[in-house]
């Protein structure tokens, strides 16, 4: 005759058969970063397998796990949303539009209209996931607010994503006075903005192909930015520019 | 040359809004789980956390829900790219277990509708044992899984999502009712169901 205990005995030794290793773990975490940093979300064609070479992960990967630490909102709605390039919530419109945007100075935060219009769900208790994450307990938003403001702020967002395009293919054809150009261009129409750090960024790559490139500038931008994902990148062009500059290897800027 | 904006210099035609297909690297939020303001509450979904927490979770489940081993890394890493993408609309009307066995069960699916039943339970292999444990528990527990997995298999749709939430992850019925999307009474006739299926299939295990 089985008993409750057997059963529950029988069912407990499953779980522990059935469950992942530290190892599983790790290595689907890392190919899912890379999934994600390549932008093939839902593809199984872009890196789906786990049996790459660790090397080639490399610098995306540390990328792409630093942003990992800190996003907490899909990347994927803002890349679909035909607004642009964009990865990520932190400039995409769509993500705005699901939820409350980051605190700036410069424009007072509005919640997106989409999110006026559901009812608000009965709130369920947290998971230990986000308990044990120290933030308050998850809810909808329910602070209503006008949906003209949220469509002018998506506007001037539209605007500083396509002047950014613009500067990035200029930085990409080695116009550096064209992209510095842009950027002037862009804080003349689109004073603060809410792409500071890319516009800085960018300015730093530019300054390094115009003048040779510098470590000091993208020491600079990294102590500004301490974290930033583009901190890379920017250290590379410099670095790049400064090689091509002076080939015998030697920085010559301060 | 790379630009801010991508690692990758690949040509993307279907983006009109480029023509080198770079993409801008977003950056984190900072104050990502700050409220803007008293007024403006915000929904802090950590996908770090999230999968920290759940990864055992999703993998036992996909396992119970007859993804192959040999499958199961990309199942894995599907559920969560998917959870990645969608978590912006997770609205707290069920728990996050709950959500997340909605997606992984439409990965499971579409994994054994595209590599085929599992059919027999897979044999003893690495994966089915815990590092932390020796190797008597661990063959115990690789053949009580063995087992569990060879008893799901055998379930139509229905018992196995209730076998799988209810008796293996020992969700709450409620939680299992949400899940499911089925009235209370119904998950528990089914659990009830379920659960004298499972303990015929022990005693018959038992005699033989």
Known sequence: ?254 | MPTIFSPEHQRNPADPDTHSGAKLVSLPEAGRNEATSAAEPRECFDFDAIYSEHFPFVWRCLRSLGVSPAALDDAAQEVFVVVHRRLAEFRAESTLRTWLYGIVRNVAQNQRRSLGRRGIASPLDENMSSPSQGPDESAADAEAAEFVAAFVDSLDAKKRDIFVLALLEELTIPEVASALDVPLNTAYTRLRAVRAEFRRALERRGKS
């Not at chain 1, 610098?59 to 964009?86: C, H, I, K, N, P």
């Not at chain 1, 400039?91 to 219009?117: F, L």
């Not at chain 1, 903005?193 to 040779?212: K, N």
């Open chain 1, 1 to 254: 005759m089985i008993d409750d205990e057997l059963e529950r005995d029988v069912l407990a030794r499953a779980r522990g058969g059935l469950s992942p290793s530290v190892a599983d773990q790790a290595r689907v975490r890392g190919a899912v970063a890379k999934r994600i940093a390549l932008g093939a979300l839902g593809s199984p064609a872009a890196g789906s397998s786990t049996n790459t070479p660790d090397g080639q992960l490399g610098e995306l990967t540390r990328d792409a796990r630093r942003w990992l630490s800190r996003l907490g909102v899909a990347l994927a709605v803002a890349a679909g949303s035909g607004t642009g390039y964009f990865f990520g919530h932190r400039a995409g419109v769509e993500a705005g539009r699901a939820q409350p945007r980051p605190h700036s100075n410069d424009s007072p935060q509005r919640v997106p209209a989409e999110i006026d219009e559901r009812a608000p769900a009965a709130p369920a208790v947290p998971t230990r996931a986000v308990e044990a994450h120290e933030s308050p307990p998850p809810r909808v938003a329910t602070v209503h607010r006008p949906a003209v403001s949220a469509e002018t702020e998506d506007a001037g967002l539209d605007a500083e994503v396509r002047l950014l395009r613009r500067v990035e293919l200029a930085l990409r054809d080695r116009n550096p006075r064209f992209a510095l150009g842009l950027l002037g261009e862009l804080e003349r129409t689109i004073p603060g903005g809410q792409l500071a750090e890319e516009r800085q960024a960018a300015r730093v790559m530019a300054r390094c192909q115009l003048e040779g490139g510098s470590r000091s500038l993208a020491k600079e931008f990294a102590a500004g930015h301490p974290g930033s994902a583009y901190t890379s990148r920017v250290e590379e062009t410099c670095r790049e520019s400064n090689e091509q500059r002076n080939p015998e290897g030697a920085d010559t800027h301060p």
